[in-house]
């Protein structure tokens, strides 16, 4: 009986002529590598021939593997299955497939990994006898293995089930010894351990999995008795683990730098996060998104890298595939916490991808998936204790845990039984507390976005969404809509129930039932309604998620209007690039870096579009070359230059005229933001660094000139506040300055910078941060204004400055 391998030497002499043709035409092509190379004549005869000619075609070119088209080639006839002898295998693996190392390893290494299909095909047909005298030549090539994936799928076929094979996760760095102890430790059958393992090895190192992985990896985790506690602890193996270090020398110099993950360890934790997205467990994402965010953070200095992009690309997907509710949380999460353009895309790319599935936009989707968190209405819910209860409270801002005794009294602390008592149910309580905050950072961001954006919605509609639900209900009762129908003067209201709102005269006024809502913005109002209502909010001591009535309005200056296609109202300051580009992206702006490498030629950019009006606002800024990069690539200061505004469609500029009164003012608060908050006339300790002292006038004078419209806000509100404060009659409010009379010295505080002049000869006075009790209790009708807080925090403690401990401000006080 003719054996699998025999063919006859005249079929043998045209087997080798076939193969030198074909490699001969996949040499003539300029890319070997795509599809079509299978449509060449010389190779379709091959992967036309009968089954025998196929397979000693193979037998035939792996013993000649000495480039890349003879790797191409064994990759093409190798696709379709062949049935090897016993023979044929030691033929395949002996010497020529990685074994030996007289070969080229990366060529023997890629067609071992392209017939390992085949051995694997054919294996379990062999007598226990023949694949026994196999086993120690398929360890030898699972050893010699590049691809992860090929190792695993040799090494099980001499892998029994009664083991683990925990030598297929490397120790090479501080998270393989975590994810083997995961193993060792979990509490399932052997079997079905060894299985799951072998998969996750076997996920590629770059692209993405077959369906078959994803099928059988699906499979095998829906037996585990335990599988998310069993991928929680591979997913905090990763999370708890240290970086490495990794040494090399160079010029007689060792070099060390840090190193997070080996490749293999990369591969076999990205059949980790896969494995999520197919368990669809949403209790794991807070772990997917820690993940992300710790694999996108750079290490390694000036030219670091992150630790692993493709990592925390993954983790972002397999947030997106879970498809929870929480999903949606959880990614805005995400988005808020990096900076990393390429990983914001994939969150992006993955909070678009859910809305499309469900025939949504963006927007749509991200107001119908917010968690509701099993509260009731009134945004509450209460847990039973022991004795009384707990209570998670959401109000306009946050949410608060409370603690209700019997008698219906709330109480902010909780009485110590009962802390012992429940313990275990308080840990759940405060668990849900920090994901319900979270959920309304969420929101507090999604709805300071629509401030830029011309969306109603129809009253039915907005109901729902909006005031019906338990969070976003809680944030909505705070913030002044507009209601508006074709026939009826607009009502302009915070909403006190489905049908009423309230004025700002504070008078009860019906909704009308056909009306369609919109977020009010004083942009559109005049100035005595935007004041009327800073009056209401700061009488009924309501508090707004983020600024609406005391927002700032940027309206066209004359110098503007003489310029016409440009903005020059923020050029000229100099600011920190690294601080201002995470601030560019948390806005929605996409920053062009300007880095060494470029020498400083080229003008840096940050874009942003608001889609609705189909206009891009652009604005520009130059690196000071002065100043060299030490921790990073980016130049560390920068210059701001004009700000623009284009057409989305066409590119071409808007006079600034042109643009919709909303857009301008939004995108030139964004622009006054990343000044206000990076410029080097914020730091009050810059002139003690002794650092580029051509700035220092720079310094001064925005420390201390003319305030911006955001300045101006500080002071309207600090004329409403300063006569209820404790410490008025020690307050006097000007144009530019808060003055403070303490009993040592009077103090003017710059409404613009918070920097602090002493009289009588203006002498600076440092003060890096001030915290006061008094201030902390104060009343304020928005929380995302830090220099406001700064100003009232250094009134209080400079009133009272005899009381002054901090030796670092009286020696300051002091000197004369």
């Not at 070119?61 to 030691?90: C, G, M, N």
């Not at 925390?312 to 997907?317: F, G, M, V």
């Not at 009790?773 to 209080?796: E, M, N, T, Y």
Request: charged content about 25%; hydrophobic content about 40%; some cysteine.
């Amino acid at each position: 009986m003719e054996q699998a391998g025999d063919t006859g030497s005249g079929q043998v002499d045209d087997v080798a002529s076939q193969l030198d043709a074909a490699v001969r035409a996949l040499q003539g092509r300029s890319w070997i590598g795509d599809s079509d190379a299978r449509t060449l004549p010389q190779v379709r005869a091959i992967t036309q021939a009968p089954e025998d000619v196929r397979r000693e075609c193979i037998l035939r070119a792996s013993e000649r593997v000495d480039s890349h088209y003879w790797v191409a080639l064994i990759s093409i006839i190798a696709r379709k299955r062949v049935k090897f002898s016993a023979d044929d295998i030691d033929r395949l693996l002996t010497l020529r497939l990685g074994v030996s190392d007289d070969v080229n390893s990366w060529w023997n290494s890629e067609a071992l990994r392209a017939v390992s299909r085949q051995i694997e095909h054919t294996f379990p047909t062999l007598t226990d006898a023949e694949q026994a005298r196999l086993e120690p030549l398929l360890l030898q090539a699972v050893d010699r293995a590049r691809d992860a994936a090929t190792a695993t799928r040799l090494r099980q076929l001499v892998s029994t089930t009664d083991s683990i094979r925990l030598d297929q996760i490397d120790a090479g760095d501080a998270i393989g010894p975590r994810l083997r102890a995961a193993f060792e430790q979990a509490d399932d059958q052997v079997d079905k351990l060894a299985t799951t393992l072998d998969l996750l090895a076997a996920y590629p190192t770059k692209g993405r999995p077959s369906k078959r992985w994803l099928t059988e990896t699906e499979q095998i985790i829906g037996r585990l008795s335990r599988p998310a506690e069993l991928i929680g602890a591979l997913l905090d193996a990763a999370l708890d683990a240290e970086d490495s270090e990794t040494s090399y020398t160079h010029n007689d110099r060792t070099h060390t730098y840090p190193h997070y993950i080996t490749s293999s360890n990369e591969g076999f934790l990205g059949g980790t996060i896969a494995a999520v997205g197919l368990l669809r467990d949403s209790a794991l994402l807070p772990r997917l998104r820690r993940l992300a965010i710790k694999t996108v953070t750079v290490i390694g200095g000036q030219f670091g890298s992150p630790r692993s992009l493709r990592l925390a690309n993954l983790s972002t997907q397999a947030m997106a595939d879970i498809g929870a509710p929480a999903s949606i949380t959880e990614l805005l999460a995400l988005e808020r916490s990096v900076r990393h353009g390429t990983l914001l895309k994939q969150v992006r790319k993955a909070i678009e991808a859910l809305a499309a599935a469900q025939g949504m936009t963006r927007d749509q989707l991200l107001e119908r998936a917010v968690e509701t968190h099993d509260l009731d209405p009134d945004g509450t819910r209460t847990q039973p204790l022991s004795r009384g209860s707990a209570q998670i409270a959401v109000d306009g801002r946050t949410a608060a845990l409370l603690y209700v005794d019997e008698k219906g009294t709330a109480r902010k602390s909780i009485p110590a039984d009962v802390k012992q008592a429940d313990a275990d149910v308080l840990v759940a309580v405060r668990n849900d507390l920090k994901a319900v905050r979270k959920t309304i950072a969420g929101e507090r961001v999604r709805l300071d976005s629509l401030m830029a954006l011309e969306r109603s919605w129809q009253l039915d509609e907005w109901r729902t969404w909006y005031l019906d639900h338990p969070i976003t209900g809680r944030l909505a009762r705070t913030l002044v809509w507009v209601f508006e129908t074709q026939h009826t003067p607009a009502v302009v209201g915070l909403p006190l129930d489905s049908t009423t709102a309230i004025t700002a005269s504070g008078q009860h006024v019906v909704i009308p039932p056909d009306a369609r809502a919109r977020l009010w913005h004083p942009v559109h109002a005049t100035s005595d309604e935007a004041r009327a209502w800073r009056q209401y909010l700061l009488d009924q001591q309501i508090v707004q998620p983020f600024k609406q009535a005391f927002r700032e309005i940027y309206l066209l200056t004359p110098a503007e209007e003489q310029t016409s296609a440009y903005s020059n109202r923020f050029a000229g300051h100099v600011f920190g690039q690294i601080q201002a580009r995470a601030l560019m992206k948390g806005r929605g702006w996409a920053p062009v870096a300007v880095a060494w490498w470029d020498d400083g030629i080229y003008q840096g950019v940050a874009r942003r579009t608001y889609d609705s009006a189909g206009i891009r606002a652009e604005f520009y800024y130059d690196p000071i070359l002065e100043q060299e990069p030490t921790a990073s690539d980016l130049y560390p200061y920068c210059t701001s230059d004009q700000v623009r505004f284009v057409d989305a469609t066409s590119d071409e500029t808007i006079a600034l005229a042109e643009v919709p009164p909303l857009v301008l003012t939004e995108a030139l608060r964004d622009v006054d933001l990343f000044i206000g908050v990076t410029s080097i006339g914020a730091d009050p300790e810059w002139l003690d660094r002794g650092a580029q002292r051509q700035f220092d006038t720079y310094w001064h004078t925005y420390g201390f000139g003319d305030l911006s419209a955001a300045g101006q806000i500080r002071r309207d509100i600090l004329s409403l506040l300063v006569p209820r404060l404790a410490i008025a009659d020690r307050c006097e409010l000007d144009d530019r300055y808060l003055t403070v009379r303490g009993d040592l010295r009077t103090y003017r505080i710059h409404l613009g910078s918070g920097n602090i002049l002493m009289s009588p000869n203006d002498q600076y006075l440092c003060i890096v941060s001030a915290r006061d009790g008094q201030s902390q209790k104060l009343f304020l009708p928005f929380d995302d204004d830090p220099v406001l807080s700064l100003i009232l925090s250094k009134a209080f403690l400079l009133a009272d400055d005899t009381a002054i401990k901090d030796l670092t401000i009286t020696a300051q006080i002091n000197h004369r």
